[in-house]
Every structure is written in structure tokens, then in C-alpha cells.
């Protein structure tokens, strides 16, 4: 995509505010219509906002809501829902129910404060439910929340099997935390003991995505929802007969954050009981979204790789030569685990035999790829109030993701932790990210059949913060990340290298680095092979994956997939100091942060 076909962030906003005096206003019957004010917030400079991101975000808007009438159909066709035995159980449809409640969940709008954003709106079927926008992909990374130009600071992790995932835990053996869901595990699981059910309740209180200030306000939109009937047929009649207060829906038409509310995150007041209730239903929220997640419409382990275990299927000589690669020279299966066992070594004859049927290809660990700060993230330019009174990145550039190590300590950007006997062990958790699954990772709407350029592609992008634009270049960034590396910041690589093919700017935390890659001494053929392979790790070759033909966007073309996205590459300004609100709390990192 060529940068001219990209604007400054101002001609954007103009098109996305529609409210004369925002937020909760009255209409004739007396309702409260949700809409975000006129006044734009933009903050950002030109190249950061892509230029086509208004209709995008209405395409997915269109999209999202078809999915959503196609699981009221689903609801509708249901039988009545009966419970027999002890304990109760939902007879024969019990499944059907939660799956499609869950289903109906994540594709509502209306679980924002302007009705505009569903979970699935940063998780779309296509993308393996990830990131559904190209330009997005592309440029600012994370993705614009209900209140438009609000967006976060990470890429937006996949569904797929992330139910899979066990509570949040710490092998004291190893020295190693596993489990948990979010990049940086702030989603341990340790209540529902589930750490897929405990994401779900994330964004909806997030103010840089679903944005609402009180988690009772899910609890309010599921009791105007036209599937509430459904809702108390799974988990109990009179579930959602809670006693909400009269400025409930203006309070719910507000995004958190604002200033009004201050410190407060439970200004819809409730009593004890009714507060009790609104959070049983947030839990159920999350359970059930979980479901959907858990099942065949997202993680169904139909696969070429899946045929292939169960000797239905010959992978083709590209793709057993990139296998090989993958638990052999390229060393991947070491941390994407596929059940079998790894060969290093030159001549080394793989005896192993599959040991798991159903290999999530991860070891639901954390590692510091050494991925250098991208610039492009939105999230460092949101350094002044919005409408609402909110800043959401006070820091600026000195803001540095810590991940897993934040976390820990309970700081800036993450959540709270549960487990103050982890505090101490969060230095050694800098810059830390989630191994995620490799399954799905090259999934594509079908018109667009690559994640490569020249394509017809759909861009996505990899790692935490977007800085990779393809598979080549995830791959190429593992095998020679030690091989090109130069202590400069992306955007800034020395005249007669090329940024991301010879030249690796220097990582944005360089604690506790992993260095089982780096220099793998694999050749650019052996790079494309690993790529054929990744590819058969796609859901839908044994039975067409749901859903995933409802993209109605447009396929990329041109360019090479060694370079894709350099193109709209910008300087990294010059740093700051890290934060102390960041790099300077206790325990501090074992060596000082750039």
C-alpha cells in the first residue's frame, strides 16, 4: 500500500464524530440515545491513523452485525431448554445453549457505551479471530476502542484455543511462570479457573476498548438484550432482576476513564445484594464466552496438520521439508510444542513418535523475543485529555511494555495482581511476553489466501506489538536477529542495510533475552519452508472453518514479503529515560532499562 494513500489523523476524526453535544442524550420518548462527542481528540501525526480506517471500521461494524442476527437465528431454533437430573443439567441442549449464548455475547454492539463495538470487533473469524482491519495491521497496531481514538498498545491476540490455557501458575522447579491469557498474563484465571473466561471480563472494562466504567453495565445491556430470555434459561431465572438505579444508562453511556468518575470503578451504585448479582452475571459473561471460544466454531482442530496426525493426509514434500525444519534446524517446536521431540543437530534422526493428538503447538510460557519498540503504536502519541478528561499515556515514549514483569508489580498499563508472592520475581519477567499458539497464525479470509506479499494478501501482524508485518519476517527475525543486529531504534537503520532483512534495530527491553534464537544459520529457502508448513496449521481443510468467508473487505497486492509494511516505516524519536512510574518500582529490573 502506497503512503500517499495515508492522511493526517484530523481527516479521519472529522468523518467518525456524529453526536452536536455527545454523550447520553434524551430522545422524544425519553430514552437515552449513546453517542460520542464532537469534539475530535487527535493526537497523533500523520501515519498513524490509516486513511481508510472510518469505512473499515464500518465494514467490520456490518460484518460483526451479520454474525450476530445469524446467532439470534441459532437462539431461535433451540429447543426449549429443560433441566433434568441432580444436579441440574440441560437436557441434550445444554451445549447448544451456552455455545450460542457465548456466540451472541461476543457479537454484540451494544455491550459498549456508544453501541459500537463488540468483542468481536478486534476479533474477527477470518483473521483466526484477530485483527480484521489490513490498515490497522499496518500501522497503528492496536485497535480503536468504542470511543474511537482511544486504542491500546498491543496487537489483538487470537481466540483460537486460547480456552486451552490453564490458570496462571508459577513452577518453582523451572523458575518459570506458564498459563494465564493476555500477552502479559494479567488474566490468571484464578477465581473462575479459567484464564480464557477471566479475558473476557478485560475489554469491556477497558477504557481503550469496550471502554464501560462499571462492569454492571454489562449486566444492564444483558437485561435489554434480546437474548436475556436465553440468558436466564442458561444460568437461572430472575438472574438479571437487579434494581438499577435511574442514571444507570447515562452512567453506562460514558466511557471509563472520564474524569468524572475519578478513581472510581463502580459508579452505577448498586446495593450489596444487587452488586452481588451484577457480578455473578459478569461472571457468567466471561464463562460463557469462554464456551463459544472453546468450541468447534472457533477451536475445532481441523487442520492439514490434523489430517496429517491422523494419517488422512501426506503433507506435500514443501511442507514435511519445512516440518522438519520446525522441530529440527529451526528450533521452533521448543517453545510451539507439537508433540514431538526437537533435532538440532546436523544428521539427527527424529525417533519420536506424536505424543499428543491435539498439539497447541506453545508451552503457555513467556519469553523476550527482543522485539525493538515500533513507533507506529498509537499508544505513545496519546499523551493529552480527550473529550472525557482522559489521558491514556501520560508517559509518552517513556512508556516501555514490560509485560509479564509489569504485571507482577501491578503496574501502568497492566491489571492488578492476585499474587503478591510473584512481586519478587517480576525482574526476571521484564519484557516477557505469552508464547501463543502457532495454530492459525497464517489464517486468511479465503479470497485472500496469504499473510505474504506480493499476495492478493490480508495483512496481518505478529508479536505483541506489531512490529513484524509477515510469517517471512517473523521467521527471518528469529534466524538473524543476532546476525544484524545495531544499536539504533527502528527507523533509523545505517544507510546500505535495509530494516528488517539486514538490520535489527536494538530490543526495547533487552532484559532476560531469549537466546535459543537469534542465529539459527537457516538460508532463505529454509525461511520459506517454515512458512509452507505454518500454513497447514490453518483451520478448515478438514471441514470449512465458520464463518470465515464473511470478509467483504479488500485483498492487498505488491511488494515483497521480506519488507512488507517498511514502506510506512517512521523514525523513532528520540527517547526519553524509561518512566520511573514504569522502570523504577520495586523490585527494580536486574540492570537498568534504556
Known amino acids: 500500500m502506497r503512503r500517499d494513500t495515508y492522511v493526517a489523523g484530523a481527516a479521519v476524526l472529522g468523518l467518525l464524530f456524529v453526536s452536536a453535544a455527545g454523550f447520553a442524550q434524551q430522545n422524544g420518548?425519553?430514552?437515552?440515545?449513546?453517542?460520542?462527542?464532537?469534539?475530535?481528540?487527535?493526537?497523533?501525526?500523520?501515519?498513524?491513523l490509516p486513511r481508510d480506517l472510518e469505512p473499515e471500521l464500518d465494514r467490520v461494524r456490518r460484518e460483526v452485525r451479520f454474525?450476530?442476527?445469524?446467532?439470534?437465528?441459532?437462539?431461535?431454533?433451540?429447543?426449549?431448554?429443560?433441566?433434568?437430573?441432580?444436579?441440574?443439567?440441560?437436557?441434550?441442549?445444554?451445549?447448544?445453549?451456552?455455545?450460542?449464548?457465548?456466540?451472541?455475547?461476543?457479537?454484540?454492539?451494544?455491550?459498549?457505551?456508544?453501541?459500537n463495538e463488540a468483542c468481536a470487533s478486534c476479533h474477527m473469524?477470518?483473521?483466526?479471530?484477530?485483527?480484521?482491519?489490513?490498515?490497522?495491521?499496518?500501522?497503528?497496531?492496536?485497535?480503536?476502542?468504542?470511543?474511537?481514538?482511544?486504542?491500546?498498545?498491543?496487537?489483538a491476540q487470537r481466540?483460537?484455543?486460547?480456552?486451552?490455557?490453564?490458570?496462571?501458575?508459577?513452577?518453582?522447579?523451572?523458575?518459570?511462570?506458564?498459563?494465564?491469557?493476555?500477552?502479559?498474563?494479567?488474566?490468571?484465571?484464578?477465581?473462575?479457573?479459567?484464564?480464557?473466561?477471566?479475558?473476557?471480563?478485560?475489554?469491556?472494562?477497558?477504557?481503550?476498548?469496550?471502554?464501560?466504567?462499571?462492569?454492571?453495565?454489562?449486566?444492564?445491556?444483558?437485561?435489554?438484550?434480546?437474548?436475556?430470555?436465553?440468558?436466564?434459561?442458561?444460568?437461572?431465572k430472575g438472574s438479571l432482576n437487579i434494581n438499577f438505579p435511574p442514571d444507570t444508562e447515562e452512567i453506562c453511556c460514558t466511557p471509563g476513564g472520564a474524569a468524572r468518575f475519578g478513581t472510581d470503578v463502580q459508579p452505577v451504585r448498586l446495593s450489596p445484594e444487587d452488586r452481588t448479582r451484577a457480578n455473578r452475571v459478569y461472571d457468567n459473561w466471561g464463562?460463557?464466552?469462554?464456551?463459544?471460544?472453546?468450541?468447534?466454531?472457533?477451536?475445532?482442530?481441523?487442520?492439514?496438520?490434523?489430517?496429517?496426525?491422523?494419517?488422512?493426509?501426506?503433507?506435500?514434500?514443501?511442507?514435511?521439508?519445512?516440518?522438519?525444519?520446525?522441530?529440527?534446524?529451526?528450533?521452533?517446536?521448543?517453545?510451539?510444542?507439537?508433540?514431538?521431540?526437537?533435532?538440532?543437530?546436523?544428521?539427527?534422526?527424529?525417533?519420536?513418535?506424536a505424543a499428543d493428538v491435539e498439539p497447541l503447538f506453545t508451552c503457555f510460557g513467556y519469553a523476550n523475543l527482543g522485539l525493538p519498540l515500533n513507533p507506529g503504536v498509537a499508544f505513545y502519541y496519546e499523551t493529552t485529555p480527550d473529550a472525557f478528561g482522559f489521558t491514556p499515556n501520560p508517559f509518552g515514549f517513556a512508556y516501555r511494555d514490560l509485560g509479564l514483569g509489569t504485571f507482577l508489580r501491578s503496574g501502568f498499563g497492566s491489571a492488578d495482581s492476585p499474587n503478591s508472592d510473584w512481586t519478587q520475581f517480576a525482574p526476571l519477567q521484564d519484557g516477557r511476553m505469552q508464547t501463543l499458539t502457532a495454530r492459525n497464525v497464517a489464517m486468511t479470509p479465503p479470497e485472500c489466501p496469504t499473510t505474504e506479499a506480493p499476495g492478493?494478501?490480508?495483512?496481518?501482524?505478529?508479536?505483541h506489538n506489531g512490529y513484524i508485518k509477515s510469517l517471512k519476517q517473523l521467521v527471518h527475525f528469529y534466524n538473524t536477529r543476532d546476525v544484524f543486529p545495531f544499536p539504533v531504534t527502528s527507523g533509523h537503520c545505517p544507510r546500505g542495510t535495509t530494516e528488517k532483512v539486514d538490520c535489527w534495530p536494538m530490543p526495547e527491553v533487552p532484559n532476560n533475552l531469549d537466546h535459543t534464537i537469534g542465529q539459527l544459520g537457516l538460508t532463505d529457502h529454509e525461511e520459506d519452508?517454515?512458512?509452507?508448513?505454518?500454513?497447514?496449521?490453518?483451520?478448515?481443510?478438514?471441514?470449512?472453518?465458520?464463518?470465515?468467508?464473511?470478509?467483504?473487505?479488500?485483498?492487498?497486492?505488491?511488494?515483497?514479503?521480506?519488507?512488507?509494511?517498511?514502506e510506512l516505516l517512521i523514525p523513532t524519536p528520540p527517547l526519553p529515560p524509561c518512566a520511573s512510574a514504569i522502570c523504577g518500582v520495586t523490585p527494580l529490573p536486574t540492570m537498568p532499562i534504556p
Open 287 to 353: 464463562q460463557s464466552i469462554s464456551f463459544f471460544e472453546s468450541s468447534n466454531d472457533v477451536s475445532p482442530f481441523t487442520s492439514k496438520f490434523d489430517a496429517f496426525l491422523k494419517g488422512n493426509v501426506t503433507l506435500t514434500p514443501d511442507e514435511m521439508a519445512g516440518y522438519q525444519l520446525f522441530k529440527g534446524k529451526g528450533n521452533c517446536n521448543s517453545c510451539h510444542l507439537d508433540g514431538r521431540g526437537t533435532t538440532l543437530f546436523p544428521n539427527q534422526l527424529d525417533t519420536s513418535t
Open 529 to 566: 519452508l517454515i512458512v509452507i508448513f505454518m500454513q497447514t496449521l490453518n483451520d478448515g481443510f478438514t471441514k470449512p472453518y465458520p464463518n470465515r468467508d464473511t470478509f467483504t473487505g479488500r485483498c492487498m497486492s505488491g511488494g515483497r514479503a521480506s519488507t512488507q509494511g517498511n
Open 29 to 48: 420518548n425519553g430514552n437515552f440515545v449513546c453517542e460520542p462527542p464532537k469534539r475530535p481528540y487527535d493526537p497523533y501525526p500523520r501515519g498513524i
Open 125 to 155: 473469524p477470518y483473521a483466526a479471530y484477530s485483527g480484521p482491519i489490513p490498515s490497522v495491521n499496518l500501522t497503528m497496531v492496536a485497535y480503536p476502542g468504542s470511543f474511537r481514538f482511544r486504542a491500546g498498545k498491543r496487537t
Open 159 to 236: 481466540y483460537t484455543y486460547s480456552p486451552r490455557f490453564p490458570v496462571l501458575q508459577f513452577n518453582e522447579t523451572q523458575q518459570l511462570f506458564f498459563g494465564g491469557n493476555f500477552w502479559d498474563g494479567r488474566s490468571t484465571g484464578y477465581l473462575l479457573q479459567s484464564a480464557d473466561a477471566e479475558q473476557a471480563q478485560h475489554p469491556p472494562v477497558d477504557p481503550l476498548e469496550m471502554g464501560n466504567p462499571d462492569t454492571a453495565c454489562i449486566a444492564f445491556e444483558l437485561a435489554q438484550s434480546q437474548y436475556r430470555t436465553l440468558f436466564e434459561d442458561v444460568w437461572g
Open 67 to 115: 454474525i450476530f442476527d445469524q446467532a439470534l437465528a441459532e437462539m431461535r431454533a433451540l429447543p426449549p431448554l429443560t433441566r433434568t437430573s441432580n444436579p441440574p443439567t440441560i437436557h441434550g441442549s445444554g451445549y447448544a445453549a451456552v455455545r450460542t449464548l457465548g456466540k451472541l455475547m461476543n457479537f454484540d454492539e451494544n455491550m459498549s457505551p456508544f453501541r
Open 456 to 463: 492478493p494478501y490480508f495483512q496481518k501482524e505478529f508479536f
